[in-house]
């Protein structure tokens, strides 16, 4: 049977998750969140890996080796971030071809550094080997006050549901370079942000669950609410997008919506917390887009007053 | 400029550790030995990643499933050993053919976690990504007390040079598969083993210098003498090689000695200890293979009582 059989990506995920075994009492979080949350001394230790693959996850074509380091680099801090800690580690695997140019080295080091030196990360380590398409592989080690840890599955039933900045602005820029078009978004694809300084000040505010937009709000909407045993309804009209993104999408004749739900890789948080909590959250670029409701009634859209379901988003092997 | 053009992949390690900035006090150690050392309560953070690509560590024609998840781990493991630590967290990140089957990924994880249960790992997180090749890529975290953490730097002038086992057996068993001939060697090539538990205790006894075999004892030598800034005298002759190692050599009309020499992936140990360990340390499975002397001296082998400069190991940029 091929992976898409059982449910693709996230199938396979579940299944993986259901054969491994841990043999620590320190292990908090396995497999199943943003970065695996493992108990040390008096903060937690996040550990967080993520693979950017040529021609999968970048093109030569379209983006420069500075770009392709930077994005390894926010991909992967976007991932301590919506666990509410911070970086500070990181371990970089470099897979390439035998005859590559040590000016693309160089470039794509220089792309990994001025991130590593943004976020103050100390890069410690990697290895390095040959094959036939550039690999860049991140691990990346942080920590988090215990009192801050931010998970998939602390959403609870009447939370409002926030998501930050605006969406949709890669998955409309990636289209964009597809079709052979231009716009504003594509600078947004090839050069993702992490939100770390506001995530940061989320989870001190206090929010009940938080994950980063990798693939699609209703992807991200359905990892918290499967983790937290919720469900939530989600209003159109709420979500929030930019000028730029809305004009893209036009000239790609498409519904800008469906980018934002659907297209993965913005690198904006999405999170829940308690209604006491929305004075203190509107001072920042969030935005409530919905809330949490019992389980039962199921992950709904509200679209022109009338309910969809939503469906998930990109899946590496559907 | 090619990589081979700066001295291939140890010359671009050199130039990229040249370029990272560290930002923490806490770095024991960053690039530059088998895991990075990092300060962290009352032991070190030892954290390492090593990434297998197919068709260049290995060939879905030779190696099961399970054979490259298992070896997967343990080449990772291989490098928190020689570090005298013992490892405790893997993430493994996996990119994959879209039209792979279940089975091969089921199989794939019976191989990592047959040897994380072994070695007490848990494997707390991942990646999934597509690409044309199968690539896994192992992240660890392991652990050291302070005084037990051994480094390629830690030599001095004196010491005895040890190896762990017997030498080659896997580099042999590579060559046998690529000419198509067979032997007991294949199996060593293909189910290598870390020597964790024997590593510990060298680390207990007290050892000065340690790194595991990946690239040949030659590159080893190498890299403990550079990062010691010492010399070295090996004898050939004493170099332990198993019969079988020998015998799958002859079959190549091949010296056995320049598979233990130049060919990695033993994954067995060499290291440096003082004389006086010398009678604790018999009682293990190693041989003294050598000395270290002043770095004046360069790295010398000696053969037939004629001495040699000891070239360098497999490099996959060269």
Redesign the interface.
Known sequence: ???K??GG?FG??E??KK??????K??I???GDD??V?K??KKY?L?????L?Q???FSLKHSTPEQIGARAIEQNVSDIASMGGLP??A?V?L??P??????F??RL?RGI?KK??KY??????????????V?V?I?L?GFVENKYLALRSGARISDLVFCSGDAGKSAVGLELLKNNKKGKSIKKHLEPCARLDLARKLAKIGINSMIDISDGIASEIGHICHESKVGAVIYADKIPMSKNTINDAKKLNKNPLDFALYGGEDFELVFTADKSKLKQLKKYDVKVIGKIVDKKYGIKLVKNNKEFRLKSGFD??K
Request: charged letters at 20%; hydrophobic letters at 45%.
């Open positions: 049977m091929k992976i059989g059982i990506e396979l995920i299944r993986i054969n491994v075994r841990l043999f620590s320190d292990v979080l396995g497999i970065s695996a493992l040390y001394g230790l550990l967080k890996t993520d693979m693959v021609d999968v996850h500070k580690y371990l695997s897979a390439l035998k005859n590559t140019e040590v000016d080295v160089d080091y550094n590593s030196g103050k990360i100390s890069v410690v380590g990697g290895d390095l080997s040959q094959s036939s398409k690999v592989g691990f080690a590496h092997f």
